[in-house]
């Protein structure tokens, strides 16, 4: 029996896919979304915002973990496919449900959100293709991307629901703004730097004032839209 059969055999006798600990903030963050996902359902939206930030955390550093592990090139590709399956869930469907439901589940916000989250789909499986085919080439990290990425909703929208539950942004139409604005951004050539660990750094710090200011203003008693 060939060495290739061998692993078939193996892989047959457990579980499918991987569950080491290069995956486990992957997982988490798509869980993490899926809670985002009930919370808009029920009209929660600081519940939900909350559920994007820590979604967001947790891809901002699910690479890093999985680096930190000599990996078989299955592996590899598992860790490629399962970030952006994620990714979709996180940083698509969440934010699209989100604008779709505190827009007041208007027809012409549905094909806004309908679009952005095509767009998330398109960038990310485009991703998926441009990173194979660059992890076959060579063993370097990645130094930036093609189109905005899409978990800088993580961070936007929940800035958007800042000033919108302070009126300093009046009105719904904000959300459907800011999924135009970034959708495009999701398709558009832009080579954009990947950032380092100071880049890292500041937008966790920028997370954490965001969650910090929302847990005051709900412990205040502030009417939280």
């Not at 991987?18 to 809670?35: N, P, W």
């Not at 955390?57 to 592996?75: L, P, Y």
């Not at 080439?137 to 919108?164: D, M, Q, W």
Request: hydrophobic share 50%; charged share 20%; aromatic share 12%.
């Amino acid at each position: 029996m060939s060495k290739t059969e061998e692993g078939e055999q193996k892989m047959k006798k457990k579980l499918l896919g991987y569950y080491d600990y290069t995956v486990i903030l992957t997982y988490c963050g798509m869980l993490f979304a899926f809670c985002g996902i009930l919370q808009v359902i029920k009209g929660a939206y600081w519940d939900a915002v909350l559920s994007l930030m820590l979604a967001g955390i947790c891809d901002m550093f699910d690479g890093a973990v999985a680096s930190t592990k000599d990996r078989d090139q299955n592996e590899k590709r598992f860790g490629i496919q399962i970030d952006s399956l994620s990714d979709l869930v996180s940083f698509g469907i969440l934010p699209g449900l989100f604008v779709y439901m505190i827009s007041g589940q208007n027809a012409v916000v549905g094909i806004i959100s309908a679009l952005f989250v095509l767009s998330a789909l398109i960038r990310l499986a485009y991703f998926n293709v441009l990173e194979e085919e660059r992890q076959n080439r060579t063993e370097e990290k990645r130094k930036s991307y093609l189109g905005i990425p899409v978990t800088n909703i993580a961070i936007l929208l929940p800035a958007c629901y800042l000033l919108f539950s302070h009126r300093l942004l009046r009105h719904v139409i904000c959300f459907p703004i800011l999924l135009e604005l970034l959708g495009a951004g999701f398709l558009l050539p832009i080579e954009i730097k990947k950032p380092g660990v100071a880049g890292k750094i500041a937008i966790v710090l920028a997370g954490i004032l965001e969650a910090a200011f929302m847990i005051f203003i709900y412990g205040m008693g502030y009417n939280v839209r």
